[in-house]
Structures are given as structure tokens and as C-alpha cells.
Nanobody, 115 residues
Framework: QVQLVESGGGLVQAGGSLRLSCAAS????????MSWYRQAPGKQRELVAR???????IYLDSGKGRFTISRDNAKNTVYLQMNNLKPEDTAVYYC?????????WGQGTQVTVSS
């Protein structure tokens, strides 16, 4: 079972930046894809960004041009760089790792963007 630990969340003013990290308990070399999701109060969890083994990426429309997902296989870590943050980005951000048909989730990290 893959364990995921997110970090890097916090309180930031609108226009600011944060970098989230997701550290896996084992090699992510064979985990494909790795993703970031978020869930705001009263809303459904939504995909923010996804990266495959070949470093192909997809992004939530509202995050395009502001968010960048990357992976460091040597460190078993996936990152989400978030720039020009907006109050509507406020949510709990979750890391997800898919191996076959099984998806593993982290515990989440809170991101709060003040206006």
C-alpha cells in the first residue's frame, strides 16, 4: 500500500504562491499517474493536475498558466507549484497515486487564499 504525505499548504494572500509536496512511501517510478485534487467546503472533489510517467500533464482549466505539476522520481515526490493564487483556490488539496485500478490518497493539506 502506498502512503502519501502532503505538505506545503498554508495561508497566503491573493496573488501569492505556494508549492505543495507529496512524498510517497515507496518508489513512484511505477505509479502512473500521480495527481492533485482539491475539495472546497460544500463542493465535490475535483482534479487539479495530473502527471504521467512520461511527464504528460493535464490541468484544471482554472489552473492553466498558474499551476505546474512535476515529479521527482529519485525523491519519490510530486509537486504542485501554484502561482497567482485566488480566493477561489481555497480548498483542501489531496495527492493521489494510481497503481493499476487502485488509487491511494494522502490526508490532504489546507490551502487558504485571502483576498
Amino acid at each position: 500500500q502506498v502512503q502519501l504525505v502532503e505538505s506545503g499548504g498554508g495561508l497566503v494572500q491573493a496573488g501569492g504562491s505556494l508549492r505543495l509536496s507529496c512524498a510517497a512511501s515507496e518508489s513512484i517510478f511505477s505509479i502512473n499517474p500521480m495527481s492533485w485534487y482539491r475539495q472546497a467546503p460544500g463542493k465535490q472533489r475535483e482534479l487539479v493536475a495530473r502527471i504521467t510517467y512520461g511527464d504528460s500533464t493535464i490541468y484544471l482549466d482554472s489552473g492553466k498558466g498558474r499551476f505546474t505539476i512535476s515529479r521527482d522520481n529519485a525523491k519519490n515526490t510530486v509537486y504542485l507549484q501554484m502561482n497567482n493564487l485566488k480566493p477561489e483556490d481555497t480548498a483542501v488539496y489531496y495527492c493521489a497515486a494510481q497503481r493499476g485500478f487502485t488509487v491511494y490518497w494522502g490526508q490532504g493539506t489546507q490551502v487558504t487564499v485571502s483576498s
